[in-house]
């Protein structure tokens, strides 16, 4: 097999004509008063982000791997589209693409776009394989372009971050730390599953994530398949080649040259990708004005939630979690809720924090140091980090997290927080924890995804507050629950699993802590 990365000529295209003010262009987010309750916090975030109302019972939580593969396989028997982004399709889902196969073979009109990104998904290919075995990601993919032709497109996003020399030192093992196309939407017409999962069978199993479900969303899902179009715009395209060759192509239709050549190549890329999302974004706030109005006007009684799409994508300047969403958040854990009706006098919030990697910004451990709030982390275990009994030198990473985990830790006991701020650590016999709390998506909150990756997530603010079921343990259903239950449901679940006495620092040795310091970035 010949692999491409380019396989014709490139045409340069003119620089949209508002271009030379994006040099040193960054966002600057609309201030506001400070939010003293929820209402003041979706008012201040509506008028800095696109903003989404949806009756309540439109939005289902899942809780276990294996309902998210049945629900994907639900939301694929569509007829007009389905759009798909994340990391990489596992190169072993033969029965996915076999079903999307059969939904694109049943209805004629079904067109199907597929964002994956170009690092990961090309990772295997030159390793050395049995005649027609599938080898990578990629060639699975291709199954589905050769068969449907123009009704497929597979797009695979290359970061901006390695490129000339650089990217022909980096061994294929490595290259993954520089960044990443991590979004993970899953839509058909007007439903959607928003989650932190990938589409291979860990994620189908014995790998807990965060899955949730959200129907009948014509605003919400426009949004979002607009987003795996501009995205795919700056891609590479998976064509179908001749044989079993694989071949992938950077179209002459693309606003770009690749980021991959040259240093002025990857700056030039990145300014245009910067124009693209801030457009993207600033059309969408002012189209979503008229959305809201007319879901007031259908829904007027209707318990609703408002929903905050927010990009983080920050070698685009794009940065709409590091520098709004989560500052604001942490803020509002750290006042009372007594100016709420529902809410007793001097009550507080609790900020229910998790992710598969502990790496935090440290912008964020300082604002949670800082904090009055309560906050509960819950982290994996290294026996639940999806790299524990890896080959090589990823073998060390778990304990890479649990280093980093120690010195918050410790940053914790020296600010006297140790009842306010809580590490618990997941860990279930023989899964793995990629899940991740606060808002749903794809970030993980930790410098990788803050200076990286791209990273889509949901922000979600129900309009009456969560009320504890008061037997938690008996309301395993969520068909029928109200979503606030259903949310709490879930923290329950994920909590299910972690030991309230495990607060003690992991052993690390010291090759582990120099390791961890050199490749702390890219965690």
């Given at each position: 097999m010949r692999f491409k990365p380019t396989s014709r000529p490139v045409l340069r295209v003119p620089q949209p004509t508002n271009l030379r003010r994006l040099n040193h262009h960054c966002t600057e987010y609309r201030s506001s008063a400070e939010p003293r309750d929820i209402d003041g916090l979706v008012n201040h975030l509506s008028s800095n982000l696109p903003y989404f109302r949806s009756p309540q019972d439109s939005i289902k939580v899942l809780n276990e791997p294996a309902q998210f593969y049945h629900e994907i396989l639900n939301l694929i028997n569509t007829k007009k589209r389905i759009f798909i982004a994340s990391l990489y399709v596992g190169k072993e889902e033969i029965n996915l693409i076999e079903a999307l196969g059969k939904a694109l073979e049943t209805n004629p009109d079904l067109k199907l776009t597929i964002l994956v990104d170009y690092l990961r998904t090309t990772r295997e290919h030159n390793?050395?394989?049995?005649?027609?075995?599938?080898?990578?990601?990629?060639?699975?993919?291709?199954?589905?372009?050769?068969?449907?032709?123009?009704?497929?497109?597979?797009?695979?996003?290359?970061?901006?971050?390695?490129?000339?020399?650089?990217?022909?030192?980096?061994?294929?093992?490595?290259?993954?730390?520089?960044?990443?196309q991590h979004m993970k939407i899953y839509g058909s017409d007007n439903d959607i599953?928003?989650?932190?999962?990938?589409?291979?069978?860990?994620?189908?199993?014995?790998?807990?994530?965060?899955?949730?479900?959200?129907?009948?969303?014509e605003g919400l899902s426009e949004y979002l398949s607009e987003l795996i179009e501009i995205t795919s715009s700056i891609s590479y395209r998976l064509i179908e080649g001749k044989g079993e060759e694989?071949?992938?192509?950077?179209?002459?239709?693309?606003?770009?040259?690749?980021?991959?050549?040259?240093?002025?190549?990857?700056?030039?890329?990145?300014?245009?990708?910067?124009?693209?999302?801030?457009?993207?974004?600033?059309?969408?706030?002012?189209?979503?004005?008229?959305?809201?109005?007319?879901?007031?006007?259908?829904?007027?009684?209707?318990?609703?939630?408002?929903?905050?799409?927010?990009?983080?994508?920050?070698?685009?300047?794009?940065?709409?979690?590091?520098?709004?969403?989560?500052?604001?958040?942490?803020?509002?854990?750290?006042?009372?809720?007594?100016?709420?009706?529902?809410?007793?006098?001097?009550?507080?919030?609790?900020?229910?924090?998790?992710?598969?990697?502990?790496?935090?910004?440290?912008?964020?451990?300082?604002?949670?140091?800082?904090?009055?709030?309560?906050?509960?982390?819950?982290?994996?275990?290294?026996?639940?980090n999806g790299f524990y009994n890896s080959k090589g030198v990823s073998k060390y990473i778990p304990l890479a997290y649990s280093y980093l985990e120690n010195l918050?830790?410790?940053?914790?006991?020296?600010?006297?927080?140790?009842?306010?701020?809580?590490?618990?650590?997941?860990?279930?016999?023989?899964?793995?924890?990629?899940?991740?709390?606060n808002s749903i998506g794809s970030s993980n909150y930790g410098r990788r995804s803050a200076e990286r990756d791209l990273e889509c997530n949901l922000f979600i603010v129900l309009d009456d507050p969560p009320t504890l079921p008061s037997h938690p343990e008996r309301s395993n259903k969520t068909d029928d629950c109200p979503l606030s239950i259903q949310l709490v449901n879930e923290l329950h679940h994920l909590k299910s699993h972690v030991s309230n006495n495990d607060q003690s620092h992991q052993h690390v040795g010291i090759f582990v802590k120099l390791f961890t310091r050199l490749i702390r970035t890219m965690l």
């Open positions: 390793k050395p394989r049995v005649q027609g075995e599938i080898c990578c990601s990629a060639s699975l993919l291709r199954l589905l372009k050769t068969r449907f032709g123009s009704r497929v497109e597979i797009r695979l996003f290359h970061t901006s971050e390695l490129y000339g020399t650089l990217k022909k030192l980096v061994p294929r093992r490595f290259d993954e730390g520089f960044g990443l599953i928003m989650s932190g999962a990938n589409l291979s069978t860990d994620y189908f199993t014995n790998r807990q994530d965060r899955y949730v479900m959200l129907t009948d969303q694989l071949e992938i192509i950077w179209p002459d239709s693309n606003p770009c040259q690749p980021p991959i050549s040259s240093r002025s190549a990857s700056q030039q890329f990145k300014k245009i990708a910067n124009l693209l999302y801030t457009e993207f974004t600033d059309r969408w706030r002012a189209k979503s004005l008229s959305l809201i109005g007319d879901h007031n006007h259908l829904h007027p009684r209707i318990p609703s939630v408002s929903i905050f799409p927010t990009l983080q994508m920050s070698p685009f300047k794009i940065h709409h979690e590091t520098h709004l969403m989560i500052p604001q958040l942490i803020n509002f854990v750290n006042r009372p809720l007594s100016s709420h009706n529902h809410s007793p006098p001097k009550s507080k919030i609790v900020l229910n924090w998790t992710s598969g990697y502990f790496s935090l910004l440290r912008e964020y451990k300082k604002s949670m140091l800082e904090s009055n709030g309560l906050v509960q982390i819950i982290t994996a275990s290294p026996q639940a918050f830790r410790t940053e914790i006991r020296k600010s006297n927080k140790e009842d306010q701020i809580l590490i618990r650590r997941w860990n279930r016999n023989g899964w793995t924890y990629h899940a991740k709390v």
